[in-house]
């Protein structure tokens, strides 16, 4: 299952589970789907926007039954365009 992946979905906090600096402390959440983000190189400051939409590429890797993914780049996407906001809501 190891491989560049692009992944879209919403980064949400994990709850941590010890004092480990290096345990994923954000992961993006794809539908049913939780990616923990690896808190090196440019998926470092992910956990700085909380909730917002991004796309991600990075590789992915199953550990421990859980799926980590080592960004390589991302992007904020606009959360506007997405289904949940409503525009036309008074």
């Known amino acids: 299952m190891e491989g560049i992946r692009t992944v879209q979905g919403y980064i949400v906090p994990l709850t941590l589970k010890g004092h480990d600096d290096m345990a994923a402390k954000v992961a993006v959440s794809a539908g049913d789907t939780e990616f923990h983000i690896v808190p090196r190189g440019a998926g470092a400051d992910l956990a700085a926007h909380i909730n917002a939409h991004v796309e991600v590429v990075g ?24 289904e949940w906001y409503d525009d036309d809501v008074e």
């Open 59 to 82: 590789t992915v890797r199953e550990k421990d039954g859980e799926l980590l993914l080592q960004v390589r780049s991302y992007k904020l996407t606009d959360g506007y365009e997405h």
